[in-house]
């Protein structure tokens, strides 16, 4: 625990960035990787938690609802993962401090010490994904009515609809890639997390768009293995982007919480407390 003392009027609006370069994304998966192992146990009855409530809410969607339903559930599935992986970024910091790892401790760190922003996060989390469903269901009227549709009524539509969804997805994207690890890591507020997310994103735009594509692949592969392959790809994906937020933000200037695993220093060498 700290004993400095912070006046929250002076703090500053938004953590600063470091500049990435492209193998960045691929270092944070090495990284997630190795933390997987080294909480094997604990990462895997995560993912298999994950998988398992993940492939419940898709048959529901199926059976009581449509093939588009069931569609949105995976959009959304993606839309909201990272809110998922919030135990994961406590067991990475668990180890970081020479911890031994422990879901229990790493849940109640990353749950019920910061709910109250968790809960706001995933408030506007919420907004988007319902203002990107509505905006999906108004595409459908470029859906060719003909009952032989040409190629390029086709093309109009999926173009369309792809394009609305990549918005609503880089939006998402920009604003929780770093702000929830921030919210574990340091005591700031969801707004200062969220534009210290959009901020950090937008600096290093080519790395970012690298680390995004390598999330939607896995979450797709993972989710077309009959959600098997969550069990392994979520908890890597959670791991390692705690690792990217500690080499691309640098939090310093914002305290410690009082309690809890982020409340003493990271045991390691390499500049990130």
């Given at each position: 625990?700290t ?19 492209a ?10 990787f190795a933390d ?7 990462s ?16 529901l ?46 849940l ?16 506007v ?5 319902l ?22 009524d ?25 702000s ?5 890591h ?6 200062t ?13 080519f ?67």
């Amino acid at each position: 625990m700290t004993t400095e003392t912070y006046d929250p009027d002076k703090m500053p609006f938004v953590a600063p960035c470091r500049t990435l370069d492209a193998g960045a994304p691929f270092r944070w998966l090495a990284m997630g990787f190795a933390d997987f192992r080294r909480a094997l146990p604990q990462s895997i009855g995560y993912g298999l938690f994950m998988a398992t409530t993940s492939a419940l809410l898709s048959w529901l969607a199926w059976t009581y609802g449509s093939i588009w339903f069931l569609l949105a559930m995976v959009g959304g599935f993606i839309f909201l993962a990272p809110l998922t992986c919030i135990g994961l970024y406590a067991l990475s910091a668990q180890l970081e401090r020479g911890q031994p790892p422990s879901l229990r401790r790493a849940l109640r760190a990353g749950l019920r010490r910061h709910i109250g922003n968790e809960l706001t996060f995933a408030l506007v989390l919420l907004v988007i994904f319902l203002v990107w469903a509505r905006a999906g269901a108004a595409v459908s009227i470029f859906f060719p009515v003909e009952a032989n549709p040409s190629l390029r009524d086709l093309a109009t539509y999926l173009g369309i609809g792809t394009a609305v969804g990549a918005v609503f997805a880089g939006i998402t994207f920009s604003a929780s890639a770093f702000s929830l690890p921030m919210l574990l890591h340091r005591k700031v507020d969801a707004i200062t997390g969220v534009v210290t997310s959009i901020n950090a994103v937008l600096r290093n735009k080519f790395p970012m768009a690298i680390w995004l594509a390598i999330v939607v692949v896995g979450l797709l592969v993972g989710v077309a293995t009959a959600f098997i392959g969550l069990v392994v790809i979520l908890p890597v994906i959670g791991h390692a982007a705690w690792h990217g937020y500690l080499e691309t933000i640098d939090a310093s200037a914002f305290p410690r919480h009082e309690s809890g695993v982020t409340a003493v220093p990271r045991r390691r060498a390499d500049g990130h407390a």
